[in-house]
């Protein structure tokens, strides 16, 4: 499976952006799907995820309540929006998946990754 992110660009704090991550040589209602975000110097963390048929999702702390994650299979895309940015929202943004039932939380357990979309929220 190859995913690929895109949308990510610079905002102001309190706007609005989405970002989306297109999945690619196998049905993207296989996997379970998560974002993650890594800002410089730091390490890569956990921001929400999805499972297979959007039944489920899962959000960080620092997120929740602002952050949306969605998904079209029919579309092999998955979404994340993002709400009231933040200058601390600023970072790398990755999608992620996996088999299985799980959304761990933690990147050993996503094989499959993208090459990260930029978001950078200014002040």
């Known amino acids: 499976v190859q995913l690929q992110a895109s949308g990510g660009g610079l905002v102001q704090a309190g706007e609005s952006l989405s970002v989306s991550c297109a999945v690619s040589?196998?049905?993207?209602?296989?996997?379970?799907m998560a974002w993650f975000r890594q800002a410089p110097g730091k390490d890569r963390d956990f921001v929400g995820s999805?499972?297979?048929?959007?039944?489920?999702?899962s959000y960080a702390g620092s997120v929740k309540g602002r952050f949306t994650i969605s998904r079209d299979n029919s579309k092999n895309t998955v979404y994340l929006q993002m709400n009231s940015l933040k200058p601390e929202d600023t970072a790398v943004y990755y999608c992620?998946?996996?088999?299985?039932?799980?959304?761990?939380?933690?990147?050993?357990?996503?094989?499959?990754w993208g090459q990260g979309t930029q978001v950078t929220v200014s002040s």
């Open positions: 040589g196998s049905p993207s209602s296989n996997y379970i």
């Open positions: 999805i499972t297979q048929h959007g039944r489920s999702t």
């Open positions: 992620a998946a996996r088999e299985g039932s799980i959304p761990y939380r933690t990147t050993s357990q996503y094989p499959n």
